[in-house]
């Protein structure tokens, strides 16, 4: 029998590629989104990746009520849980939106899963919980260091809620199991270009703000310092590819679906374990698409650890899973789909 898996989150960027991802491995799927920050064509482009059709309802995590619906209309196994706020500027400034959101979404969801007899959780973790790593590359092991933002100090607060609830709730070893999954820096867009991240507004991240400036949408791209304590003195991250990220969902949720979890709450990083800077990124994107990007250098950017870089090799070791994309197919996978954004040849 096919599984199903409830996604929530499912229209927005690491969402719709895992969805892609788990339909053509043959799950069923139900996907649930509020659509603060996503757009529900990104559907229509998942849809048309795999040719299958599935239910969607636009639902807000917080609002339990409507959420216990989802939970009595469909007969799913598992959830993935993608749905939360992510900005780290926008959770300073607003801590009370980001603590209410992402925190009161995943215990309804954890409530509802309790009383409905699902089991299967994965939930979106980030390499933000190493903060500034003392050891490099980290590895699961390595110790969380007090979180900078509230955004972060909400994925730490998840990771605990998560293993205090398996705890509690499975103590016959047929009850709630769960793995986070940190994810290191997401990049890049499917390879049909038809599904990819879109940000609202100025973008935040790196690699949006640089296609957004090859699409001339911005004039300029700041390197925000050019004076830390790396070879090349700008930051370093390891970037992992979405559509590597997706799939490493797929193998994390069968890994719970078919009992292989040798815990019932695991962590895994997801990464490349490849440290790479902005000033390669930007040559690499350059060099790959073919073109010349403004950009200039700029101060550091308050909060930005100086580097930090995976060791997957619990992820390579026991998920099975690892980064299949180079850094240069992935920034052309990201150029494309911008240009299909934008409508530029
Ligand atoms: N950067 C620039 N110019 C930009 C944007 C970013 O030089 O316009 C640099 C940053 O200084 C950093 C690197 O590019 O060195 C990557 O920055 P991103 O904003 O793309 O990613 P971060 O590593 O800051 O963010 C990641 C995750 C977040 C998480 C955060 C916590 O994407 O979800 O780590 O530190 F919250």
Redesign the pocket.
């Given at each position: 029998m096919k599984q199903t898996v409830l996604v929530s989150g499912g229209a927005g960027y690491i969402g719709s590629h895992t969805t892609v991802e788990l339909i053509e491995a043959g799950f069923n799927v139900v996907v649930i989104d509020n659509l603060s920050n996503s757009e529900a064509s990104a559907l229509d482009g998942v849809r048309q990746i795999t040719g299958k059709d599935f239910p969607f309802e636009v639902v807000d995590c917080c609002d339990k009520a409507a959420l216990e619906e989802v939970f009595k209309k469909y007969e799913f196994d598992s959830v993935i849980h993608f749905a939360a706020f992510?900005a780290?500027g926008e959770s300073v400034a607003e801590p009370l939106k980001y603590y209410g959101n992402n925190l009161n979404s995943f215990c309804n969801i954890i409530e509802l899963m309790n009383k409905y007899g699902r089991h299967n959780v994965l939930f979106s973790s980030?390499?933000?919980v190493y903060g500034e790593p003392e050891e490099l590359p980290v590895t699961e092991q390595s110790m969380r260091q007090p979180a900078?933002?509230p955004?972060?100090n909400t994925k730490q607060m998840c990771e605990d809620i998560l293993r205090d609830c398996v705890k509690a709730y499975n103590k016959d070893g047929n009850g709630l199991k769960g793995i986070a999954l940190r994810y290191f820096?997401?990049i890049g867009a499917h390879p049909s270009a038809l599904i990819g991240e879109l940000p609202r507004g100025v973008?935040?991240?790196?690699?949006p703000?640089i296609t957004q400036t090859a699409a001339g949408v911005r004039e300029c791209?700041?390197?925000?310092?050019d004076d830390y304590d790396t070879p090349d003195g700008?930051?370093q991250?390891d970037y992992i590819d979405v559509v590597d990220l997706a799939k490493a969902h797929v193998v994390a949720i069968k890994r719970l679906v078919d009992g292989k979890n040798k815990a019932n709450y695991e962590i895994f990083n997801i990464g490349t374990g490849r440290a790479v800077s902005?000033l390669e990124l930007v040559n690499a994107f350059e060099k790959v698409n073919n073109l010349k990007l403004n950009y200039k250098i700029?101060p550091?950017?308050a909060?930005?650890?100086t580097a930090?870089w995976a060791d997957p090799t619990q992820a390579n070791n026991e998920l099975g899973w690892k980064a299949e994309r180079t850094v240069e197919e992935t920034l052309a996978s990201a150029w494309a789909w911008e240009k299909h954004v934008r409508g530029i040849e």
């Open positions: 992510k780290v980030s390499a933000t900078t933002s955004y972060g820096n997401p973008p935040n991240n790196l690699v703000f791209l700041s390197v925000f310092g700008s930051c991250r902005v700029a550091r950017r909060g930005d650890v930090i």
